[in-house]
């Protein structure tokens, strides 16, 4: 902890120790670009997911330790994977890792008082004490978005088709992702089929099939098999399948393609001899058709194999957002979920049924970006007054009054710098116009606005929209009455687009 000098004691900046200044590793300092463009992610999905009967929902960031139910390595001090401290009655909590638990232990403790089923949608930041790496941190912003009480495939259908529709709400182009879903209960039959009995073997499989997209086929096979040694020389032990048994699982995984109904056909020959598969085919099959009624199609929400999801909580279906494209490469998956009718009984010991779906806002904010979906504007700041003297500081402040009070974001600049500056620091924050109450303008009843819009597009030297910047003065001064339609007329006229 950095030292402080005792109140009271008037110390020099030479005689106090100076802490370096840098960011904890695997957190992040967010400034308004990143903020706003989550922040319209947020209010963009969350009037999707109103408009499907969703409620809004939050809880505290931290849950009892033992309530999230990962992690959880010896009861002394349960802080590996998440932040944990100690209360001062000595129990356990830590800041939540995700947003279901959470949503779990809720149900389990007010379910007699719930609307049943219980759908809610909720967003917030989410903690996890791993190792950060590129694009893994340990806190970010999670939305999420679950059916509490039905067991029915229709549920699972609806959250899939809402899901799809919150993403295309949030920028993404509707040929730009596609929803693939599976179903455990197929994986669980052929691994039944295969003999494949033990739990920590089964989560093994699930565990290396959830690698295939980025390990392909033959790394696969290497950890359903002994295991596989890495490029850094780290070796990650298999699942010990025998090699007719792996076969059967890189076969199943390769099943898709085609319809819904084609690639259920397909399935039905590897699986249907289980009683589990058959439960599983019978579960994606409703799904597909109330998809259907729903008009989603195949290509927005297709049936694949080779999805797993590598927690272990899901019991029925589960389903994967992933990017098309060459954003596919970057960003791969955006979002995932299923189905986990066993995460509430963990504090009832009663089975109650959920599915849910749930996205990084992060990850999806950057995926918009680097596909150059980001909304328009998204860079804008606020109106600039520009202060010449302390004397016509209540003109200043009265201009900025009323351009707020006709919904345009303004400042009067409250630093110490000359007008030159001032302009140069409305142009960092991307401020649309400067206005300007100078002595002329004061005695005069006028007011001098400038166009930073244009004045930006003259600074990139370029030809190409030479006739929208002839028909475009680059400030106006106009009645000191007629600001705030000055600057809303500068603002309608937003800066064109590459060869407009």
């Known amino acids: 902890m950095p030292l402080r000098p005792r109140p009271g004691k008037r110390t020099g900046m030479a005689d106090l120790p100076r802490p370096e200044a840098r960011v904890p590793r695997g957190f992040q300092d967010k400034r308004a670009r990143d903020l ?9 999905v969350g009037r999707v997911y109103e408009r499907y009967g969703f409620e809004p929902f939050d809880t505290g960031a931290f849950e009892y330790a033992d ?6 390595p010896d009861s002394d001090r349960p802080n590996e994977g998440v932040f944990a401290l100690q209360d001062d009655d000595e129990q356990w909590m830590a800041l939540r890792y995700d947003l279901t638990a959470p949503l779990a232990r809720f149900a389990a403790q007010t379910w007699e008082t719930l609307p049943k089923p219980f759908r809610r949608y909720a967003y917030g930041p989410v903690w996890r004490n791993e190792k950060p790496g590129p694009g893994r941190f340990r806190e970010f912003i999670q939305c999420d978005a679950d059916t509490v009480g039905s067991a029915r495939p229709e549920a699972d259908a609806e959250v899939i088709a809402m899901a799809a529709e919150g993403l295309e709400a949030a920028g993404l182009p509707a040929d730009g992702f596609v929803i693939r879903i599976n179903n455990r209960k197929l994986l669980n039959g052929l691994m039944d089929r295969a003999g494949v009995n033990d739990p920590g073997q089964r989560l093994a499989v699930l565990r290396a099939v959830d690698k295939l997209d980025r390990l392909g086929p033959e790394g696969v096979r290497l950890l359903l098999g002994e295991g596989r040694l890495d490029e850094s020389g780290a070796f990650t032990k298999g699942a ?6 792996a076969e059967a699982v890189l076969a199943f995984t390769a099943a898709g393609g085609g319809s819904r109904g084609e690639t259920l056909d397909r399935l039905e020959a590897v699986v249907g001899g289980s009683d589990e598969g058959r439960a599983g085919l019978e579960e994606l099959a409703a799904i597909g058709r109330a998809l259907d009624a729903m008009g989603v199609s195949p290509e927005r929400a297709r049936v694949d194999p080779s999805v797993v999801r590598g927690l272990e909580y899901y019991t029925g279906a589960v389903f994967e957002a992933e990017l098309l494209g060459e954003a596919a490469q970057r960003f ?10 066993d995460l509430v009984a963990r504090f009832t010991g009663q089975q109650l049924p959920a599915t849910g779906f749930s996205f990084g806002v992060s990850r999806l904010a950057a995926a918009l970006r680097a596909a150059g979906a980001e909304a328009a504007g998204a860079e804008r700041g606020p109106v600039v007054v520009v202060a010449f003297e ?13 351009l707020r009070a006709a919904g345009v974001a303004a400042e009067v600049y409250l630093g110490a710098a000359g007008m030159k500056a001032q302009l ?22 006028t007011v001098t606005v400038k166009d930073l819009d244009l004045g930006r597009e003259l600074a990139k030297g ?21 600001l705030v339609a000055t600057v809303q007329a500068i603002m309608a006229r937003a800066a064109p687009g590459p060869g407009a």
């Open 332 to 341: 791969g998956s955006v979002g995932g979920g299923g189905r986990y009718d």
């Open 240 to 245: 010990e399948l025998g090699g007719e048994a």
């Open 67 to 72: 309530a999230l139910g990962k992690f959880l």
């Open 36 to 44: 706003r463009a989550e922040r319209r992610i947020l209010e963009a």
């Open 462 to 482: 370029t030809g190409d929209n030479a006739a929208w910047r002839e028909g475009r003065p680059g400030q106006v001064n106009a009645p000191r009455a007629e």
């Open 424 to 445: 140069k620091y409305a142009d960092r924050r991307g401020s649309p116009a400067a206005v300007i109450l100078g002595s002329d303008e004061l005695s005069g009843g």
């Open 390 to 402: 302390q004397a016509g500081m209540a003109q200043y402040l009265r201009a900025a009054g009323e």
